[in-house]
């Protein structure tokens, strides 16, 4: 699970290193990363604070390290938590203060608001749940954070089929396929979440423990949260 995961990530991952080296190097500033040159810390924030979230939380799939690792597991969400925070505010101070690129409009714009919202929500009512011992609903609404966090990979597995066959996509198939990573991430999050509550239902009706059933599916709920993307 981490394997895929991490590899998930890996193309927004490279990207924001290529973008970080570019910004700290004093590369040439052109008009797609003039924006970029003109306030830097959002997005060196962005860039910091999403691939921790990505990379990191999914380690917190790993049945064995929940199990065998609390003291790990609760040291990684206090990383998790502050780290998904970054990665939601920062983008949506970009997306409200950044000067619009060609190519976006005001129905993507209304998408990111809309989702990166929903991750900063995830990751609070997670950390609510865990300071009040609710595991189940922290689990839970980390896993959702932990899928929105991962939008871009995903993002970037929609949009490919789109280019090989049908070039370039206009300015709403771009936004139409940009949702389509956050609502793919987010239907096989509740898929995760709603089998392991079957599991638990199935388990207390036979009389068998639900400790152990909890872990893989819930795994991204971050220590403090992240079992975001409840990850």
Known sequence: MPTLLITLAAVPVLAGAVRMAELTSGAE?????????????????????ATLFCVLGAFQFVPGLRRRGRGWHRTAGRLLVPAGLVAALSGLWMTLFYPQPAGDGDLLTGF?????????????LGFAAVLRRNFVRHRAWMIRGYAIGQGAGTQA???LPWMLFLGMPGE???????????????????????????????????GAGT????????????????GSAGR
């Open 29 to 49: 500033v052109t008009p797609e990363n003039a924006r970029f040159f003109a306030a830097p810390v959002p997005v060196l924030l962005h860039i910091v604070g």
């Open 112 to 124: 990111r608001l809309l989702f990166g919202s929903a991750m900063v929500g995830c990751i609070v």
């Open 157 to 159: 597995l929609t949009h």
């Open 172 to 206: 709403t198939g771009r936004a139409l396929l940009v949702a389509a990573g956050w609502v793919i991430n987010l239907a096989v999050a509740e898929w995760i979440i709603r089998g392991r509550r079957t599991v638990r239902t199935l388990r207390s009706t036979t």
């Open 211 to 226: 400790g152990a059933g909890i872990g893989a599916g819930a795994g991204i709920g971050i220590a403090a949260v992240s």
